[in-house]
């Protein structure tokens, strides 16, 4: 049965589009999925997977907060213009006032990263090197505040996007983070070609917002990505999270003019392009749903192949030899090289264009031809 349903209010054409890529066409980009503590299966009253669909579309998330937990197995390597989730296990601590307020607090290998929006002003904190950058709430898209109050909204849009394509079920419940949830399943359509076998959302039974969303590959039992709740509390939460004063020394300057969705799929700390993509560089989506690609290609992307350590290249960027990450291919679109996991996969073709998504080589080759 593939579920439908009217589109929620919630989000708008572009946060519907981002949500698609994050899940189905740029798992290799960068999506966080959802995990949380294992449980007995609780006994919940039965609900129609068009009803539990509905009542996600239409939750009203209120306020919460708590910690997420993520467990990326991508084993994509770390490409220019292509940001990623670290690889391994990593958290987060959450918070949302209900009403565009919100808090996330990031652990970082040096230090902590902090994002803070207070509804009048977005605050991005690094500890690493002391800096703070600001936007006005107001200014550019509202999924700004939006995404840093609350992070179940990517799920949501997720799976606004992709239940089109889908056959979805409800599969049987869960605990996650101690709350009861039922399991929402999305099995992509026979015709939709990609590498990921399904995609699981654990649903709040009371609330109707996802704590976990699943990631998994064909041929696999074990995800690919997980992000999700260990512990969550919904209610008030202390106002003093949802505000932000610079630290002593701290370098404070505004976002980037094009800073855009926080989080997002093509987004850097601030949102926008990803970051380490040179002026002039822009993503294009390619497709829908389970085969969507991103190709990113324009201005100097081919000199931040050629030589990460170009002028004006992060610190520290390592040079990357194509021909040791994958195999050379080429077709009527040129010629390049071919890097794949078995959940997504990526060409990097020698004129400097990337294209990636959680598909079979024959798309990105299609859609570089585009």
Do not use: C
């Not at 213009?81 to 307020?101: H, K, L």
């Not at 230090?111 to 207070?118: K, N, Q």
């Not at 869960?174 to 939709?192: D, F, M, N, Q, W």
């Not at 077709?331 to 400097?352: E, N």
Request: aromatic share 4%; no cysteine.
């Amino acid at each position: 049965m593939t579920a439908q349903g009217s589109t929620s209010g919630r989000g708008t054409i572009g946060r519907r589009a981002a949500a698609g890529v994050a899940v189905a066409g740029a798992v290799g980009l960068g999506l966080l999925a959802l995990p949380g503590g294992a449980g007995a299966a609780p006994e919940l009253p039965p609900v129609t997977a068009d009803e539990l669909v509905a009542s996600v579309l239409t939750a009203d998330v209120g306020a919460f907060g708590g910690t997420v937990e993520l467990d990326n197995a991508l084993g994509l390597p770390a490409l220019p213009g292509m940001p990623q989730a670290a690889a391994g296990d990593s958290s987060a601590r959450v918070w949302s006032d209900g009403e565009g307020r919100g808090r996330v607090q990031l652990p970082t290998d040096s230090g902590e990263r902090t994002l803070v929006s207070d509804g009048e002003t977005f605050w991005a904190w690094n500890s690493e090197d002391q800096t703070v950058h600001t936007a006005p709430a107001d200014k550019g898209p509202a999924e700004r505040e939006s995404a840093v109050a609350d992070p179940t909204a990517a799920a949501t849009e997720a799976l606004d996007v992709l239940r089109a394509s889908s056959e979805v079920r409800v599969d049987g419940t869960a605990e996650v983070a101690g709350r009861p949830a039922y399991e929402l399943v999305l099995t992509p359509a026979a015709t939709e070609r990609t590498l990921l076998r399904e995609v699981r959302l654990a649903v709040d039974a009371e609330h109707r917002v996802p704590l976990r969303l699943t990631v998994l590959a064909n041929g696999s039992t074990e995800p690919a990505l997980q992000l999700g709740f260990t512990d969550l509390e919904f209610g008030p939460q202390d106002p003093e999270l949802f505000t932000f004063t610079p630290p002593p020394g701290a370098t404070v300057e505004p976002a980037p003019e094009d800073a855009g969705r926080p989080g997002g799929p093509h987004g850097g700390p601030l949102g926008g392009k990803p970051e380490g993509l040179p002026d002039g560089v822009e993503p294009t989506i390619v497709g829908d749903g389970w085969d969507t690609v991103a190709v990113i290609s324009g201005g100097d992307l081919g000199g931040a192949l050629d030589d990460p350590r170009r002028e004006g290249a992060p610190e520290g960027r390592p040079d990357i030899d194509l021909s040791a990450l994958g195999t050379p291919v080429s077709g009527p679109w040129g010629s390049g090289t071919l890097i794949s996991t078995a959940v997504a996969s990526a060409i990097i073709t020698d004129d400097g264009r990337v294209a990636a998504g959680a598909v079979p080589e024959q798309v990105l080759t299609e859609a570089l031809g585009q």
